[in-house]
């Protein structure tokens, strides 16, 4: 289970740059929850998967996973629990290594590394199995280096990566953003069926508006460094496309109405 | 042939800085100057606990892990104190300057008097041969020479086979994503700043290796004798990868001990042919600078692919 309450996070504090960039978050995810995480840009939903992960330390409140408090827990420790893909293909995977060492790495995902051979027999078989089942005909390259391979092979190889150890917590950023359409569809079916083998605790941060409504059992709208809409159960089922997009024209026009009223009252007093 | 054979024996040596500077330089990505500095300490404290008369094998050891603790502190002022990497190595090599005067106690030691791995050696060649010379393809060869030289191929050979399989370790694959990739290898729960403080202890501790074994094979230590080795080493490594190319991390590390080995030769011939030795490190680093530069030059003249491959 995550936890999240009061989470602040304030970037470059007291300059012209100063972003607030989560303004008081408060969120519990059940286990086995797939929730997608919308918002437009600048909203900070990427900087809350970042604050979970652990990329920075939040300024204000407390996170907790799988019964830990991991607020004060450095990146490397929280992965211990959680995997990840980014929106980057290129960030996931070390490149100039080979897709069996990939995965040697990922292995040992939370474990201490000792000067035990990384590719043991115990991995090579299982890994192969595996990478037959994503048809991409990966299983016969697993000396391969992995940079040589395309961005849609790489991210599925990463979700395997991030899975392969069951974590606490599976984190996908964006995760298709990058992708041309038929690799982003397949990406999003591995997706699909490793969060629903594993019964995965997921937060999938999308822009798709057909991805947040035909996955994930809740909703997540993120607006301005807030949660603005908690979307679930029943709501979420019957939610169509367009409900979502009716619920961004709105924070849309308060927006615009932000605006114009800011340069309103700019031009009558100043 | 007693020439060629002291550049054959050198360019073994040095193949040990040479794979240390493979280690920052192309692991890790960092062009670590703090080379320059340990290998002079390995030599320092190698050649002061011979005169002391310790075990060669124990000096040499003790050397080499200096060397590291070097590495160490680089790894250190750069991950804990976010120094730029190059700013961090040059600092380490400044410091090192005074810290192997103090080592030593003056700018040169000689080693002239002591046991060495090399007295080992020559002890070995003149026992196995039963007398000063053998003949090699013909050519009269000092049986001393020619059992340093053996066992210097010998010891290469290891310390290549050993990095080769440190790197194929669980700990040594996290280092080498930790500079090929220091995000992924973070997201996978490696501990990035340990991973490099421990990678330029690695790295610093095969340079110093090599001073060590330098000192004792040339019968002094010296606190110049680090100036510029960096640059040497960089330069076996870029000859080597021309050599055996990159595809493989054993073959990069094959090569990079063919290049340091051919290197040393091609000095060798070039200072018998007369050319200043004062123009040694000017060439050195013109050689490294046009290695850096040729390929990307190459390829502006090399014809486009009209399609996608």
């Known amino acids: ?270 | 042939m007693t020439l060629l054979i002291g550049a054959l024996i050198i360019g073994l040596i040095l193949s040990l800085l040479a794979l240390g500077v493979l280690v920052s330089f192309r692991i890790f990505s960092m062009p670590d100057i703090t080379t320059d500095g340990s290998i002079t300490l390995g030599a320092s404290i190698a050649a002061i606990l011979l005169v002391k008369g310790v075990n060669p094998v124990l000096a040499t050891a003790a050397g080499a892990l200096g060397g590291a603790a070097a590495g160490a502190v680089t790894g250190i002022l750069h991950t804990k104190f976010k120094i730029n990497s190059l700013l961090s190595g040059i600092l380490v090599m400044t410091a090192l300057y005074s810290v192997n005067l103090h080592v030593m106690g003056r700018s040169n030691v000689p080693l002239m008097q002591a046991t060495t791995v090399a007295s080992y050696g020559e002890h070995l060649g003149e026992w196995l041969a039963g007398g000063k010379t053998i003949h090699i393809l013909g050519w009269p060869v000092s049986s001393a020479d020619a059992a340093v030289l053996f066992l210097a191929l010998l010891f290469t050979t290891a310390a290549g086979a050993a990095m080769f399989a440190f790197f194929r370790t669980q700990l040594g694959t996290a280092m080498r994503a930790t500079g090929d990739n220091p995000q992924m290898i973070r997201a996978l729960g490696a501990n990035v700043e340990l991973n490099i403080i421990l990678g330029l202890a690695l790295s610093n501790g095969f340079v110093a290796l090599a001073g060590a074994l330098l000192a004792q094979y040339q019968g002094f230590a010296d606190a110049q004798m680090g100036i510029g080795m960096v640059v040497w080493g960089l330069a076996s490594v870029i000859i080597g990868e021309a050599l055996t190319g990159t595809r493989s991390l054993g073959l990069t590390i094959v090569g990079t001990i063919m290049g340091s080995v051919l290197f040393r030769l091609l000095v060798a011939i070039a200072l018998r042919w007369g050319l200043n030795p004062n123009d040694l490190k000017l060439i050195t680093a013109l050689f490294v600078f046009a290695a850096l530069v040729l390929p990307g030059f190459l390829d502006r003249f090399k014809p486009r692919p009209t399609s996608a491959t």
């Open chain 1, 1 to 270: 289970m995550l936890a999240l309450s009061g989470i602040r996070k304030t970037f470059n504090p007291g300059t012209v740059n100063e972003v607030r960039a989560l303004q008081g978050v408060d969120l519990t995810i059940e286990p086995g929850s797939f929730v997608i995480v919308l918002g437009m840009n600048g909203s900070g939903k990427s900087t809350l998967l970042n604050a979970v992960a652990g990329s920075f330390y939040v300024d204000e409140g407390t996170i907790r996973l799988a019964n830990h408090d991991v607020t004060k827990w450095p990146e490397h420790k929280r992965a211990k629990l959680i995997g990840r893909v980014f929106q980057n293909p290129f960030s996931g995977t070390a490149p100039t290594m080979s897709i069996a060492e990939n995965f040697a790495l990922a292995s040992r995902r939370g474990h201490a590394r000792g000067l035990g051979w990384a590719l043991s027999p115990h991995l090579m078989k299982p890994l192969r199995e595996r990478i037959a089942t994503l048809k991409m005909g990966l299983e016969g390259r697993l000396d391969n280096a992995i940079g040589s391979l395309s961005g849609g092979q790489r991210q599925a190889l990463t979700l395997l990566m991030a899975t392969w150890l069951k974590p606490e917590l599976l984190l996908l950023d964006e995760h298709t953003a990058a992708l041309d359409p038929k690799s982003a569809d397949q990406v999003i079916q591995l997706s699909d069926e490793v969060i629903q083998r594993d019964n995965l605790t997921t937060l999938m941060v999308t822009h798709s508006m057909q991805q947040a409504v035909s996955l994930g059992d809740r909703i997540i709208m993120m607006h301005r460094g807030r949660v603005l809409h908690d979307i679930r159960g029943a709501e979420k089922k019957r939610l169509r496309p367009e409900d979502l997009l009716d619920r961004f024209d709105e924070v849309r026009r308060r927006e615009l109405l932000d605006e114009s009223a800011a340069a309103m009252l700019n031009e009558l007093y100043i």
